[in-house]
T-cell receptor, first 114, second 115 residues
Framework: AQSVTQPDIHITVSEGASLELRCNYS??????LFWYVQSPGQGLQLLLK??????LVQGIKGFEAEFKRSQSSFNLRKPSVHWSDAAEYFC????????????FGAGTILRVKS | EAGVAQSPRYKIIEKRQSVAFWCNPI?????LYWYQQILGQGPKLLIQ????????DSQLPKDRFSAERLKGVDSTLKIQPAKLEDSAVYLCASSLDGGTLNEQFFGPGTRLTVL
């Protein structure tokens, strides 16, 4: 079955520092991969997605992610974190057996210290 | 463009009571999803509608949960009777259609507490 693992439950970074959030997936075929962000009291917002092609994808708010098939990973990065980036981040894989079903990881809570 | 609307935003009930949640998707979106997000976990799909037909309800606890989308627009999710483990945020999402290339847009969710 498809699954997503986000190894880090919490991460704290200083404002202005770089960020990398880890995501590993298990999926038999070519995966469709997503990163979402959820601020307190808000719905999920799509940051970026990978379907095919260039393995480095750019998203909104200065985020990028790199797909590495050999490592079954899709890590999210940002070169310089802002206090407003504090939120919970979810990695997800699209389950093609059931149309557009998304299978989410457990999330990583990002704290930004000034 | 208006986003996905959900109500109520918060609900507190006692176990064995019933509760209903409402979702109005983005206009023109044929596909509607209900997800359950338990604290500390990622969202889990409960049911997916394409217009007013069910595409996937494999993870819906059908003995207590039901959902409908009668006119292919807004939708209701009901729990009867509620259990303590149903405490969660219930997220509604919509997309143009069920294709993976179409982004799912999420509402703010309904936070349910079962006492």
């Amino acid at each position: 079955a498809q699954s997503v693992t986000q190894p880090d439950i919490h991460i704290t970074v200083s404002e202005g520092a770089s960020l990398e959030l880890r995501c590993n997936y298990s999926y038999g075929a070519t995966p469709y991969l997503f990163w979402y962000v959820q601020s307190p009291g808000q719905g999920l917002q799509l940051l970026l997605k990978y379907f095919s092609g260039d393995t480095l994808v750019q998203g909104i708010k200065g985020f990028e992610a790199e797909f590495k098939r050999s490592q079954s990973s899709f890590n999210l990065r940002k070169p310089s974190v802002h206090w407003s980036d504090a939120a919970e981040y979810f990695c997800a894989v699209g389950d093609m057996e059931y149309g557009n079903k998304l299978v989410f990881g457990a999330g990583t809570i990002l704290r930004v210290k000034s | 463009e208006a986003g996905v609307a959900q109500s109520p935003r918060y609900k507190i009930i006692e176990k064995r009571q019933s509760v209903a949640f409402w979702c109005n998707p983005i206009s023109g979106h044929a596909t509607l999803y209900w997800y359950q997000q338990i604290l500390g976990q990622g969202p889990k799909l409960l049911i997916q509608f394409q217009n007013n037909g069910v595409v996937d309800d494999s993870q819906l606890p059908k003995d207590r949960f039901s959902a409908e989308r009668l006119k292919g627009v807004d939708s209701t999710l009901k729990i009867q009777p509620a259990k303590l483990e149903d405490s969660a945020v219930y997220l509604c999402a919509s997309s143009l259609d069920g294709g993976t290339l179409n982004e799912q847009f999420f509402g703010p969710g309904t936070r349910l507490t079962v006492l």
